[in-house]
């Protein structure tokens, strides 16, 4: 019998209560025993520090690093080999030369409206010559640096100007695009009773109500910053295109594509510049005279204590007596070089969605291996497509419809019977990629349709090709015979080389006889 046994006998009460206190801390040591067994990568120690400050809000986390992120991708594209190679990457399979679009309006009937989608495509073409508003750029250049600054700076915003009568437009159609960079909407710019913040007001659901923009570019005023920040104008959120590159839920502005590999950027960079001087260093032939102890005797030096040869090819000179030449190896190229730049190349792919093959310019690799790696960088590629197609193309696209029919330029004969739903639809497509083997490739499209598991259109689409134009091309061709035409051109070649062939070989035959 116990302790707890007998004096449960004199104080039941106060028995009980030590026995529910002692399972209570049994069970919570065993607790702390699992936790710590499970979490002991929350733990600091001598080796190994935990990282404080991860919970932090995004815009926290923004509004501490504030510019800095962005201000080193815009250095390192500056002075950087590999950042341009990643950005033209991302830009050459997400826009290409220009992302391909197909009007989608509809009758009431549910057919294509030909006609209309066709007059939609030459006024945008028109469009397409004077986009924005400083009239710098062709629209395939404008997607190019949208997608630029929204990769390089995360972030970029655009004012749709539709009809503005201050604004003198260039084309017929009263539709331009205003950019704005980055740091025209100013970080630092916080009104937090009022709910804004890192120059964005928010309403209680996280929505963007007001972005704030300075009037010119905030490095040209040349003002103190705390003047320069008080020199911002309101803009409604309905009037601005915000596209921005977030990694997290409610993150009012955007991240540079490659804040996580910056440093390992920073790395291969100094490592190249490293061995170039060192490869500099070592193309100096350098050696040094050593002499013996035993030996002395005058040695002619110069002005700076320092004993000088003429050095010329194939020369040699005579030493004293006792004295010896030892070359200093340089040990360059250095042969791990290479790998070393490979490994850290391939992390920088890594992190920023990319190929090594296509930032490093290394193709080596079978079939297989390339092929994957195209795939799997596919799905960067496209997801990033994606996110511009919703923010910028399609918003984009809706109001050049309504500034192309409120000034007039479609004629009300051909809005007639058309669904007014699908006026503004438009298919948006990225570049298609390169064919690795296109013999394997051709095979493949054509086994699918075959099999009735693909649509020929579909394929056409997916090589950046719109399929009515190609119908419309095939029919063409085949109503000008224009293939009969070929293949009998093509069999009377064969048969002329045939018969001077045969006509050839006779002769030759013929004059084998005569000998």
Known sequence: MGLIDIVSKVAPGYANRYALNKLAYEVNSKAAKRSQRLYDAATSTQYRKTINGAGQSPDNLIAQAGTKLRDMARHLEENHDLTNAIFDDLLNNTIGAGVSKTPMAKTNTGELAKDLNDLLLELFDEFAQSPDTANEFGFESLERQIGRHYFRDGEIFIRPMVANSRFSYKTGIPFVLDLLPAEYCPMEYDQLANGINLGVKVNQWGAPQTYYFHKNHPSDVYQPASVIATQVTGVSAANVMHIKLTKRIKQRRGVTLIHSVVNAMQDVKDALESERIAAKVAADFTFAITKSSEVSGPTTINGDGNRSFGMTAGMGFELLPGEDVKTIASDRPNSGLNDFIKGLMRNVAGGTGTRYSAISKDYNGTYSAQRQELVEGTIGYRSHFVHLKRKFYAPMWEQFVFAAVQSGRVPVNLLRGVDRSTLARCEFRPPSLPWIDPQKEAKAWQTLVEAKLESRQEIMRSRSRDPSKVIEE?????????????????????????????????????????A
């Open 474 to 514: 095939m029919q063409a061709e085949a109503d000008n015979d224009l293939f009969g035409s070929m293949i009998e051109s093509g069999a009377e070649d064969a048969q002329a080389t045939l018969d001077n062939d045969n006509a050839d070989t006779e002769q030759n035959d013929n004059e084998s006889n005569a």
